[in-house]
């Protein structure tokens, strides 16, 4: 089936840094997102990406889609302590009707005050 | 801001029983999904539902699961007789049919245990 590959696992980090995570894929996707979990909670959309190469803001948070539509990256600058998290990338192919997503294994972030 | 919502947010039950997940999408929106999270995993797939039937489901979701919309604002996810497992969070989402077609919004999930 497909999968989507996440690195790094996990980032240590000093507040003020920036980061960035990325997502590959074997397959081509039609739409990637990005979600944020913090414990105990469910994911919360951070930016969808539609078109291949696209490049999109959110504040802080920037991604872009990749042209081969089998990759993306997700940048954070100048972070916070509330950006601690798990980050996962989401891809999905909207066909017709309902259309599930599939999920990376997520990186989880660690920010060092 | 409207959201999803879920109840309740954590079931303990005994294997073997029966449990039903609720939740509320988003009022505008047209296509349900049912998501699970084993501890420490990533985010898996179990169904989607649309039009009052199932769009797509996982081989995860078998014959022990079921999902109904009963009326115009709830749907839910049954597990008929739960086995060990089962134990995870739950997520329900919803996406909308025109403009923001194909963002997926998540409830806060449904922490299930089975002992």
């Known amino acids: 089936g497909q999968q989507l590959n996440q690195s790094p696992q996990s980032m240590f980090i000093q507040e003020g840094e920036d980061v960035s995570m990325n997502c590959t894929s074997s397959s081509i996707f039609n739409t990637w997102l990005w979600y944020k979990q913090d414990p105990g909670e469910g994911p919360v959309l951070l930016i969808a990406?539609?078109?291949?190469?696209e490049l999109t803001s959110n504040g802080r948070l920037t991604a872009q889609f990749g042209i081969t539509r089998k990759d993306s990256f997700l940048n954070i600058s100048a972070s916070i302590p509330s950006d601690v998290g798990i980050y996962f990338c989401?891809?999905?192919?909207?066909?017709?009707?309902?259309?599930?997503?599939?999920f990376g294994q997520g990186t989880r972030l660690t920010i060092n005050p | 801001e409207p959201e999803v919502t879920q109840t309740p947010s954590h079931q303990v039950t005994q294997m073997g029983q029966e449990v039903i997940l609720r939740c509320v999408p988003i009022s505008n929106h047209l296509y349900f999904y049912w998501y699970r999270q084993i501890l420490g995993q990533k985010v898996e797939f179990l169904v989607s539902f649309y039009n009052n039937e199932i769009s797509e489901k996982s081989e995860i979701f078998d014959d022990q699961f079921s999902v109904e919309r009963p009326d115009g604002s709830n749907f839910t996810l049954k597990i008929r007789s739960t086995k060990l497992e089962d134990s995870a969070m739950y997520f329900c989402a919803s996406n909308e049919v025109r403009h923001r077609l194909y963002e997926q919004y998540f409830g806060p999930g449904t922490r299930l245990t089975v002992t």
């Open positions: 989401a891809g999905q192919n909207w066909i017709q009707g309902a259309q599930k997503l599939v």
């Open positions: 990406l539609y078109k291949a190469g």
